[in-house]
């Protein structure tokens, strides 16, 4: 991330929507990610973790994401 070897000490819970899609998971927190190819600061890195529990595709050429796998009803076990 940016280069360097980074260090977390802190978790956190993170509720979020993207794309009007709530989700939660797990965060580790740092003081800074580091910048994105335009030299803006990264504010959160979403991990393939998170990703896949919620049904998240990337779309790299559209600079996108696909949430068409967004979970819709949830059934519990």
Not at 2 to 27: F, M, P, Y
Not at 47 to 52: K, L, V
Request: glycine share 10%; proline share 5%.
């Amino acid at each position: 991330m940016g280069g360097s070897i980074k260090k977390a000490h802190e978790g956190a819970a993170l509720n979020a929507e993207v794309d009007g899609c709530k989700l939660s998971t797990l965060a580790m927190v740092i003081d800074r990610i580091g910048e994105d190819e335009d030299g803006k600061p990264i504010d959160i890195l979403f991990g393939a973790f998170a990703m896949q529990n919620w049904g998240i595709r990337p779309i790299p050429e559209e600079e996108k994401l696909d949430l068409s796998h967004y979970p819709k009803e949830f059934v519990e076990f």
